[in-house]
């Protein structure tokens, strides 16, 4: 077997998992429409990439104000958690195991998505720059957009969004999911409001680095509540640099991102969060994270860390041999190639991934990728 490190079974809070790769998010916008409901062809989709030891859904907007592109699926209707049902249940069936992200992209969205056509929520109204929501235009076309500027949230509508990100996990539960996922990485809701630059406010939720992480500690909070720590995770993108490629969008560099991330991932060891997802800088040619960040993550969390940012397995197993990492998810590849887990073991070449299917479509780029045996 190649990379035998990557093979080690391990245990994921409650969960017993058979290998240490991950199936990461991975936005695909093919939820039926109207409705964003998952659909049989997505249920195909994770079935065929449940040789994953662990596996995590695309984002799935836990309201219809966290939508910021057409086409993904929700968390919050009786059809959304009847269509997801189709999906845990295709996984189970083939001895998966699937958490779903809970997500809501703040001001990453346009009026055209949201309710009524009103603003995009955010902590401050602070107009996101360098990034795009995407809109539908006509039945299966699309287009990118500028976010407007946001309006900024009342007290009140916080505390009522972290009910929401509750119920949003009750309902994942109800659709059979194993646990969930928080996502506050890549510049969406719950990152705005631990970034200074995205969270102006001068209340409570405001201010000082522990005001901003207050958002998260309630909602980590309240879904460990709901669902048991040991079914839940978060997801996080501490970068240390910027880019010029019009790459901002997956995330906001603090002006120190080691004690901005170390004290986030002390909210989770507080709450026994059984991992932390981090999600590294994927630009070409991007630096690796300072290796002292990854003791300071390793020696703040006794839970699982779980790595992704374009992984070789090489590159994985290494560093699951240092012990700094537990599991290491594989994006595009998994995309490509969904017997992956097997492709690594044997050092079988790995297909390559078509970019013009990645968003949106149907079963072309999606579900005929073939298995290599």
Known sequence: MQYPSLFKPVTLGRHALKNRIVLPPLTR???????????????TYYQQRSGAGFMVSEGTQIEPRGQGYAWTP????????????????????????????LWHVGRVSHTALQPDGGAPVAPSAIQAKKVKAFIQTAPGIGMLVE?????????????DLVAQYAQAARNAIAAGFDGVEIHAANGYLVNQFIS??????????????????RFLREIVDAVAAEVGPDRLGVRF?????????????????????????????RVLEAAKAAYVSIAE???DNAPDLPEQFRRAVR???????????????????????????????????????????????NGWPLAPLDPATVYGGAQQGYTDYPAYA
């Open 29 to 43: 916008q093919r939820s039926a429409q109207p409705g964003d409901v998952s659909t049989d062809l997505m249920a």
């Open 74 to 101: 929700g968390i919050y209707s009786e059809a959304q958690i009847e269509g997801w049902r189709k999906v845990t249940d295709a996984v189970h069936a083939t001895g998966g195991i699937i958490f779903a992200q």
């Open 147 to 159: 976010p407007p500027e946001p309006r900024a949230l009342s007290v009140a509508e916080i505390k």
């Open 196 to 213: 200074a630059h995205a969270n102006q406010r001068d209340d409570e939720y405001g201010g000082s680095l522990q005001n901003r992480l």
């Open 237 to 265: 993108t501490p970068l240390f640099t910027s880019t010029d490629q019009d790459r901002v969008y997956i995330g906001l560099v603090e002006e120190d991102p080691q004690q901005t991330y170390v004290e986030a991932i």
């Open 281 to 283: 800088a994927d630009w």
């Open 299 to 345: 020696d703040t969390f006794s839970g699982r860390i779980i790595y992704a940012g374009r992984y070789t397995a090489e590159r994985g197993a290494r560093l699951l041999d240092t012990g700094l990492a537990d599991l290491i998810a594989f994006g595009r590849p998994f995309i490509a190639n969904p017997d992956l887990p097997q492709r690594i073991a």
